[in-house]
Structure formats: C-alpha cells, structure tokens
Nanobody
Framework: QVQLVESGGGLVQAGGSLRLSCAPS?????????MAWYRQAPGAQRELVAS???????YYADFSLGRFMISKDNAKDTQYLQMNNLQPEDTGIYYC??????????WGQGTQVTISE
C-alpha cells in the first residue's frame, strides 16, 4: 500500500520559515487529482491548510493565505508547503494528502511543527 512520506517539520522561532515536503513511498498508478496539506493543533480538529489541483488551481485557508505557498512536482507526485512568518498558533502536526482519480485518499504520517515565542 502506498504511503506518503513527509519531511521538513521542526522547531522554529516566531517569524521563521519552514518548508514541508511529501512524496509517495512508490509510484501511484492512477492520476493524482488533488494534493493538500492539513494540520491538527493539540485538542483541535484537523483542518485544511491549502490544496492544489492537477491543473495548478490553489486554495488557501484564511489563516494561511499570504504566508504559506503550496506547490507540486507532477513528475514525482511530490508536494511542498512553504510556510513563512510562522506564529505560535501554527503549532501542530501537519499531514499531507493526495486524492487520486478514483477518489482514493493517501495520507502522510504527519510531521510536527512547533513555533516558539
């Protein structure tokens, strides 16, 4: 079964930046329609951060608009999330998600992002 492998989380001070990456453990045989990033803060529900379609159309949650940028490498089915001006409220576990043309969802294991004051 295909797993998504994330990297790039860590601990940074407020105002800093991080870049998350996510790639499949092996090639996904069907076309990927949408790639997305979600996050889950302690005690909160998982929420959508940003998404990008196969045609490059992007969506950002209000809190990520203007600070975060989602991108992808189609040839590698790899997605990225550049996060700038990070704040303590951005602390949480960040998950990548890919949905293929058959509606199947693939998830990463999550990577911890911690922002200190």
């Amino acid at each position: 079964q295909v797993q998504l492998v994330e990297s790039g989380g860590g601990l940074v001070q407020a105002g800093g930046s991080l870049r998350l990456s996510c790639a499949p453990s092996r090639r996904i045989s069907t076309i990927i329609n949408t790639m997305a990033w979600y996050r889950q803060a302690p005690g909160a529900q998982r929420e959508l951060v940003a998404s990008i379609t196969s045609l490059g159309r992007t969506y950002y949650a209000d809190f990520s608009l203007g600070r975060f940028m989602i991108s992808k490498d189609n040839a590698k089915d790899t997605q990225y999330l550049q996060m700038n001006n990070l704040q303590p409220e951005d602390t949480g576990i960040y998950y990548c998600n890919q949905r293929d043309a058959l509606g199947r969802d693939y998830w990463g294991q999550g990577t911890q992002v911690t922002i200190s004051e």
